[in-house]
């Protein structure tokens, strides 16, 4: 996960339903899957509803201002509940803790704590301290340990997770992230990890499938488990390994654009982190400059519609398999806007060189394969 104060980003939120009907979530052998459905931000003066973290929003306010939109990233929220309360958490496959607001997190003393239910930290509990670093901003609190549900079928028991007293950014429109990935360095293993380790599903995976744009009323789904055959195209996989420890990150051979090649001049393979919670394709500068010189993007990274037409197809090659990313999923239209999501990866050194966010996503079904010795990421084109 990365910073929301980006350059460029779209908000979109969805919706994971606990106690959802029988009808909405699918179980086969231990593997669940669920509808996401799209919600929007509370983040523009909504009214509050209560401790369940929802709002309702003007539609057409939000349709007039489609560059905050963009400005303020893009968010996609599962539920969980934990003590009975109910937690709308960003859905990250960039990092690994889950983390939700605690009571130590006070309104008054910080206002990024505010209108956020607040997890009743057990005074008994034996608990340690975390802090999570993404880009320019920080979480830190205590970590500990309850029963966390997800989906009613679904209920993790004594599972570790952050209760945060302390953030450096508010939320647009999440109670936390639910991290994904599976990198257990620094003792804070992910939902997946005690999905597995408690034998609630059969095989050690999970797949996405996210749609665009912030009027769908299904916006995709998550499945744990396993995969949903009835929404990829089967013969089209390209599966990569991750790099070793869980963490989703591939080596990439070479992207192009126009024959123009990154990753194999002079530099090697290329690191690739596959990030939903990243909100476009965070690039060298190089990588950007191409691009930029064909599409012409203004300060927000606006760019006439008709650039669509004329923008490259981005190649991309892990050793002899390729994919490809085209301009109708890197260039977003909002309204009767449109976006770049080619931006500068603001990380610098000691990241990935590029983190593949939301517009892989759109174009491809994902699957994280988490079996040990065969870790792997593999990308499947939607039916």
């Known amino acids: 996960m990365y910073s929301r104060m980006c350059l460029l980003c779209i908000i979109v939120t969805l919706s994971l339903g606990y106690v959802a009907s029988k009808s909405g979530v699918e179980e086969n052998d231990k593997q669940f899957s669920v509808p996401l459905e799209v919600i929007h931000p509370r983040d523009w003066n909504c009214k509050l509803m209560s401790n369940q973290s929802k709002c309702e929003v003007d539609l057409e306010t939000v349709d007039d201002a489609p560059a905050q939109r963009i400005r303020h990233g893009l968010v996609y929220l599962m539920q969980v509940v934990i003590a009975k309360q109910i937690f709308n958490v960003q859905l990250d496959t960039g990092s690994d803790l889950l983390w939700i607001f605690g009571d130590k997190c006070l309104d008054g003393k910080n206002k990024n704590c505010a209108g956020h239910p607040k997890y009743v930290v057990d005074k008994k509990q034996k608990y340690k301290s975390f802090r999570i670093d993404y880009a320019d901003e920080y979480v830190e609190g205590d970590l500990v340990h309850d029963e966390v549900h997800i989906t009613d079928l679904i209920t993790v028991h004594d599972m570790q997770f952050g209760a945060a007293d302390d953030l450096s950014e508010a939320q647009d429109g999440n109670d936390g992230v639910i991290g994904l990935n599976m990198n257990i360095e620094y003792n804070q293993p992910s939902a997946i990890y005690f999905m597995i380790e408690q034998k609630l599903i059969t095989r050690p995976v999970y797949s996405l499938y996210l749609e665009a744009g912030p009027n769908k009323k299904v916006g995709g789904e998550i499945t744990f488990g396993g995969r949903m055959d009835k929404v990829i195209v089967p013969k089209s996989a390209v599966g990569v390994d991750m790099l070793p420890g869980g963490q989703t990150i591939i080596k990439m051979t070479s992207i ?22 990243a909100p476009a394709v965070y690039s060298p500068k190089a990588f950007v400059d191409v691009i ?13 519609c008709e650039s669509r037409s004329i923008a490259p197809t981005i190649e991309i090659l892990f050793g002899k398999q390729r994919i490809t990313l085209e301009p109708e999923y890197y260039i977003i239209l909002i309204e009767k806007e449109c976006y770049s999501t080619i931006v500068l990866n603001p990380l610098g050194e000691g990241s990935a060189d590029f983190i593949f966010g939301v517009s892989f996503f759109y174009k491809y079904y994902i699957e994280f394969d988490f079996t040990p010795k065969k870790e792997a990421i593999i990308f499947y084109n939607k039916v």
């Not at 126009?258 to 393979?269: A, Q, Y």
């Open 256 to 277: 192009s654009i126009n024959k123009d090649e990154f990753c194999i001049k002079g530099m090697g393979p290329c690191m690739v982190e596959v990030d939903s919670g």
């Open 292 to 304: 930029n010189a064909i599409i012409h993007p203004d300060d927000e990274n606006m760019v006439a």
